[in-house]
């Protein structure tokens, strides 16, 4: 699976706009861009996912980058509830042989201040 | 509400003990996935179900088992359990068709071994 990388921590603050970065230099033509989070031990929270193409959903916006090398997710107008542990994943697509686990890292830790 | 649940939520139990997990997956899906995070290792993989049958192993102790059953949930079967088992214990549950693999969480179980 390819590896990620992402900031330990980031601060943002309330309702302004959170971009979180992940690189994915060995990131593979079927492997997909994944993004959950995690706030206070419960348990992860699934925001989106790409392949190639931006994504958007009520979440959030996941930009990748032509080479796919790299990804931001954005939360627009971030809320005090965001803070959280926010984890990029890159996972294979259909047919891989680890096709199935997710393989979280440490994330980055975001924490939206007042 | 990711639609996946898990009891007990809280499990305090002694070394040496035996204990069962149990996760219902979200209606409809037909994989379920277990996870451990510790505060060491983080969330990792343990085991995959589909349908009744193993699909994928993570690094799952020998003294731990899962299964799935007929109705689709799974328990997780910790045995001769030790301090370091301490953790939580995620479930999630996905569709498991080839377009959509997206994996939704439980709120996991608190399990502490004294």
């Known amino acids: 699976d390819a590896k990620t990388t992402q900031p330990t921590s980031m601060d943002c603050a309330e309702g302004r706009a959170a971009n979180l970065p992940c690189n994915h230099s060995?990131?593979?033509?079927?492997?997909?861009v994944y993004w959950y989070r995690q706030i206070h031990s419960q348990g992860p929270q699934y925001i989106i996912h790409g392949l190639k193409n931006n994504e958007t959903n009520e979440m959030a916006s996941l930009i990748i980058t032509e080479d796919r090398k790299s990804s931001t997710l954005i939360l627009p107008h971030a809320t005090l509830r965001d803070t959280a542990v926010y984890y990029c994943?890159?996972?294979?697509?259909?047919?891989?042989?680890?096709?199935?686990?997710?393989?979280f890292g440490q994330g980055t830790i975001l924490t939206v201040h007042p | 509400d990711s639609g996946v649940t898990q009891t007990p939520k809280h499990l305090i139990t002694a070394t040496g003990q035996r204990v069962t997990l149990r996760c219902s997956p979200r209606s409809g899906d037909l994989s379920v996935y277990w996870y451990q995070q510790s505060l060491d290792q983080g969330l990792q993989f343990l085991i995959q179900y589909y349908n009744g049958e193993e699909r994928a192993k993570g690094n799952i102790l020998e003294r731990f088992s899962a299964q799935q059953f007929p109705d689709l949930h799974s328990e997780l079967n910790l045995s001769s359990l030790e301090l370091g088992d301490s953790a939580l214990y995620f479930c999630?549950?996905?569709?498991?068709?080839?377009?959509?693999?997206?994996?939704?969480f439980g709120p996991g179980t608190r399990l502490l071994v004294l």
């Open positions: 060995t990131i593979s033509g079927n492997e997909y």
């Open positions: 994943i890159v996972r294979p697509g259909a047919g891989g042989t680890s096709y199935g686990k997710l393989t």
């Open positions: 999630a549950s996905s569709v498991a068709s080839l377009l959509q693999e997206t994996q939704y």
